[in-house]
């Protein structure tokens, strides 16, 4: 497992933009995929995006396609979520993972095994 610390969150107005980051330790960065998951107050965590270990390729939920980007400095071993446009539907707290192995099932919260402490998120409208 890989130790990971997100930050960035905050309280931003509708159609604001934040960009959220996420530092691991611990194993060899670059042997993950990364993903970033949400979970809003009441609901089950959904998946919000993933990238490929070296960056080439990044998958996203409908919810948040063409408004936000996922990208990775493995230099720095660090992912980030750069989220434009923001709505009320947003607010949740974000969370980033590592996932060993390949991409399958990448949408999977399951798939992943190491964990931040999660970054509270919240949109004003």
């Known amino acids: 497992q890989v130790q990971l610390v997100e930050s960035g969150g905050g309280l931003v107005q509708a159609g604001g933009s934040l960009r959220l980051s996420c530092v691991a330790s611990?194993?060899?960065?670059?042997?993950?995929?990364m993903g970033w998951f949400r979970q809003a107050p009441g609901k089950e965590r959904e998946f919000v995006g993933a990238?490929?270990?070296?960056?080439?390729?990044?998958y996203y939920a409908d919810s948040v396609k063409g408004r936000f980007t996922i990208s990775r400095d493995n230099a720095k071993s660090t992912v980030y979520l750069q989220m434009n446009s923001l709505k009320a539907g947003d607010t949740a707290v974000y969370y980033c993972?590592?996932?060993?192995?390949?991409?399958?099932?990448?949408?999977?919260?399951?798939?992943?095994?190491?964990w931040g402490q999660g970054t509270q998120v919240t949109v004003s409208s």
């Open positions: 990238i490929s270990r070296a960056g080439g390729s990044t």
């Open positions: 993972a590592a996932k060993p192995g390949n991409l399958n099932r990448y949408y999977r919260d399951d798939e992943y095994d190491s």
């Open positions: 611990g194993r060899t960065f670059s042997n993950y995929i």
